[in-house]
């Protein structure tokens, strides 16, 4: 194409054009960088999303539904077998939940018990609870899975007996002495994060009779395909329920999660745009000063009869080169690092002794990355695009140059 052919020619440097050639050059490393930059971040942020469904929401309830009196669930086992007709819903768990105060050789720590059938839930476990922990849990009524970091900071372990402080509501609310249930601790729930300095699992008869519920258990929890549209189905489910219910999902609990990937994601597409956006400025400054530099050549062209569209697109071409030199290699890099990024930072925190994610703080201890086709089209499209729309204006420029005034 005659068109590309010249505006390579015009791309090529002279001793007289360093200058324009420096602003050429960094407008190229600009949006490398900016593309490279934005396709890792997103894929660490599809990293993080991914490890929320998988660690968190593989082992937590996506939904809740709960009674609102003490009697419990009323007609739970039918009601149960109703709502698993749904095909939104993967599964549907009776669960009665005890908070007290886990006491072991005189400490005590703050608990969340969930009451479950161990037969029901054990390959939803599996991957958080070693197999001969779980099948001494489930050999025993009195068993107790408790959080890593509660054991931790008790000194708890297998075997050992430990008693659960529940505490007894009253309608005139006086106090009265909590209720003591002793338990023997078969192993250690790991989840991650926060959460292993909470929760922990009992068999659901014995939870049901210490919260005193006639039923078989104070409420259903639900896991479902999607669990994204956990507050949809939620709320369908609760506004339609036979009994006076109180409805939670995944989202009100650990949503923040979520919540702040969503935020992270949206702050750096923005910064990172912005970023590609002020390397495109570079291409009209270089492009602007490369018209001025090639008004003589310009001329000659349109006195031998090279049409306004020619001279556009030469110009547009010359700058869509830079752009899309940038975009490759930022494209390039970013395909190389993102996929081996854990292994990366892995390797430099061992190198440098330190730890960028605390597995104390954070649900995961490691920098997660998935790299999506999808985010890498986008970034393409919308820095091409970008480049094109920056080489408007010097390439309108360039067709506005009279030959006399440029030859004269």
């Not at 001329?299 to 110009?315: V, Y």
């Not at 930022?330 to 996929?339: E, I, K, M, R, T």
Request: charged share 15%; net charge neutral; glycine share 8%.
């Amino acid at each position: 194409m005659f068109a590309l052919e010249l505006a390579r020619q015009f791309r090529k440097t002279r001793s007289q054009q360093r200058f324009i050639s420096f602003i050429s050059m960094s407008s190229t490393v600009g949006i490398a960088l900016g593309c490279f930059v934005l396709i890792l971040l997103l894929s660490v942020m599809n990293g993080f999303e991914k490890e929320l469904t998988n660690r968190i929401l593989s082992v937590i309830p996506h939904g809740e539904l709960y009674s609102v009196d003490k009697r419990g669930i009323d007609n739970l086992d039918a009601q149960r077998y109703r709502l698993e007709q749904d095909e939104r819903i993967a599964r549907v768990t009776p669960y009665t939940k005890l908070t007290g105060m886990l006491q072991y050789k005189g400490e005590l720590k703050a608990i969340e018990l969930t009451g479950i059938i161990a037969a029901d839930n054990q390959q939803y476990f599996e991957d958080r609870v070693s197999q001969p922990q779980w099948l001494s849990f489930q050999a025993n009524d009195k068993g107790v899975l408790i959080g890593q970091g509660i054991a931790e900071k008790l000194g708890v372990q297998p075997g050992d007996a430990v008693q659960v402080l529940v505490p007894v509501a009253t309608n005139d609310l006086t106090f009265k002495a909590p209720k003591t249930i002793t338990l023997t601790v078969s192993g250690f729930l790991s989840i991650g994060g926060e959460l292993d300095n909470l929760v922990g699992l009992m068999h659901l008869d014995m939870a049901s009779n210490a919260a005193e519920i006639t039923s078989k258990a104070q409420g259903m929890q639900f896991t479902f395909y999607n669990a994204y549209s956990a507050n949809e189905i939620m709320r369908e489910i609760g506004y339609s329920y036979p009994q006076a219910v109180y409805m939670s999902d995944w989202t009100r609990t650990q949503g923040h999660l979520y919540n702040d990937i969503q935020l992270v994601r949206a702050v750096v597409y923005i910064a990172l745009v912005l970023v590609i956006g002020v390397a495109c400025f570079n291409i009209v400054s270089s492009l602007v000063m490369a018209v001025r530099e090639k008004q003589a050549a310009i001329a000659i062209l349109k006195t031998m009869g090279a049409t306004d569209s020619l001279i556009r697109t030469i110009f547009i071409l010359q700058g869509i080169i830079n752009g899309v030199v940038g975009i490759t290699t930022g494209v390039l890099l970013a395909l190389l690092v993102a996929p081996n990024l854990s292994a990366i930072v892995l390797f430099v925190e061992n190198a440098l002794g330190i730890e960028v994610l605390s597995g104390d703080i954070y649900f995961i201890d490691f920098l997660p990355s998935e790299l999506h086709w999808g985010d890498v089209g986008i970034t393409v499209a919308l820095a091409l695009t970008l480049c094109v729309l920056a080489t408007l204006y010097p390439a309108q420029k360039a067709v506005k140059i009279s030959p006399s005034s440029a030859l004269h």
